[in-house]
């Protein structure tokens, strides 16, 4: 008897350890704001050998018909060397209105360590031009976000790696430029869990001397599979004068993050490393 009542209590807690496990939380981008996780931007394969200052506006249109727009500020910064950047982003403050009424607050910040790891100009040869460049990208999120019960943010950390390769193919007047990237992407959901998703991203774009276009379809797949894959298509076109970069972007959510998102932008580069910083 002793031993059926033990078997009995082994079987409880197995279920509800199985409960807890696969029960999906919905702390997921599909149920959350459009600032809560999106889809990090993914690098094209160089670190940046200019200090860049960006400053955006953001409007964001909800499939539920929600509104949210957003001033949008991030600074990368070459770490002493053009091969390691430091980069700090997060929308500032967000105004939106949704279902339960208008509101406003701050956004996460973000952080991330950008390391080239492999890059042409390191090899000599005519057929160094053809060998890609790598960088490693390590980031993270802090719990900064505003209004959890509104679901606005996560109030939650999280934290990302990715690699991301590409090269660069001249076509007389125009360079192609092609790249790639995976990584790993966790935060913490609920009850002291936590998901982790596969990242991936591939990205072309087109460069002139005064222009580029550049289309980037990416996303990440979380475990719980509930609102947590999300998937988009971003479509951007700048402008390149003398160190200052007008751009315009959209993003349409294809999958678990409901909004097309415009933004508008402008990017300003400051030569602040020495000429022998490069080497």
């Given at each position: 008897?002793?031993?059926?009542?033990?078997?009995?209590v082994?079987?409880?807690?197995?279920?509800?350890?199985?409960?807890?496990?696969?029960?999906?939380?919905?702390?997921?981008p599909?149920f959350?704001?459009?600032?809560?996780?999106?889809?990090?931007?993914?690098?094209?394969?160089?670190?940046?050998d200019?200090?860049?200052?960006?400053?955006?506006?953001?409007g964001?249109f909800?499939?539920?018909?929600?509104?949210?727009?957003?001033?949008?500020a991030?600074?990368?910064?070459?770490?002493?060397?053009?091969?390691?950047?430091?980069?700090?982003?997060?929308?500032?403050?967000?105004?939106?209105?949704?279902?339960?009424g208008?509101?406003?607050?701050a956004?996460?910040?973000?952080?991330?360590?950008d390391?080239?790891?492999?890059h042409?100009?390191?090899f000599?040869?005519?057929n160094?031009?053809?060998?890609?460049?790598?960088?490693?990208r390590?980031?993270?999120?802090t719990a900064?976000?505003?209004?959890?019960?509104?679901?606005?943010?996560?109030?939650d950390?999280?934290?990302?790696?990715?690699?991301?390769?590409?090269?660069?193919?001249?076509?007389?007047p125009?360079e192609?430029?092609l790249?790639?990237?995976?990584?790993?992407l966790?935060w913490?959901?609920?009850?002291?869990?936590?998901?982790?998703?596969?990242?991936?991203?591939?990205q072309?774009?087109l460069r002139?001397t005064?222009?580029?276009?550049?289309?980037?379809w990416?996303?990440y797949?979380?475990?719980?599979?509930?609102?947590?894959r999300?998937?988009?298509?971003k479509?951007?076109?700048?402008?390149?004068?003398?160190?200052?970069?007008?751009?315009?972007q959209?993003?349409?959510?294809?999958?678990?993050?409901?909004?097309?998102?415009?933004?508008?932008?402008?990017?300003?580069?400051?030569h602040?490393?020495?000429?022998?910083?490069e080497?």
């Amino acid at each position: 008897m002793k031993a059926k009542k033990l078997y009995i209590v082994i079987c409880l807690l197995i279920g509800c350890n199985t409960a807890w496990a696969f029960t999906p939380t919905g702390v997921a981008p599909a149920f959350f704001g459009p600032n809560a996780l999106p889809i990090p931007d993914m690098s094209d394969g160089q670190t940046y050998d200019k200090l860049r200052v960006e400053l955006a506006a953001d409007g964001y249109f909800g499939y539920d018909g929600s509104r949210t727009a957003d001033l949008f500020a991030r600074v990368q910064v070459p770490l002493f060397t053009r091969w390691a950047n430091v980069s700090i982003w997060m929308p500032v403050c967000e105004w939106y209105k949704q279902y339960d009424g208008t509101g406003h607050g701050a956004g996460d910040v973000y952080l991330s360590t950008d390391v080239q790891v492999l890059h042409n100009s390191w090899f000599k040869g005519e057929n160094a031009q053809w060998i890609p460049q790598i960088v490693i990208r390590l980031g993270m999120k802090t719990a900064s976000g505003e209004q959890f019960e509104r679901r606005r943010h996560f109030d939650d950390p999280g934290y990302f790696f990715d690699a991301a390769i590409g090269e660069t193919i001249p076509m007389g007047p125009v360079e192609l430029r092609l790249s790639g990237s995976a990584g790993f992407l966790c935060w913490q959901t609920a009850d002291a869990r936590q998901n982790d998703a596969v990242m991936y991203g591939l990205q072309a774009q087109l460069r002139h001397t005064y222009a580029s276009l550049q289309a980037t379809w990416g996303g990440y797949v979380g475990w719980e599979e509930y609102g947590d894959r999300p998937m988009s298509l971003k479509l951007r076109a700048a402008g390149h004068i003398q160190g200052f970069e007008p751009y315009v972007q959209y993003q349409w959510g294809i999958k678990d993050y409901p909004f097309h998102q415009l933004r508008i932008g402008m990017v300003y580069n400051i030569h602040i490393l020495k000429a022998n910083s490069e080497r």
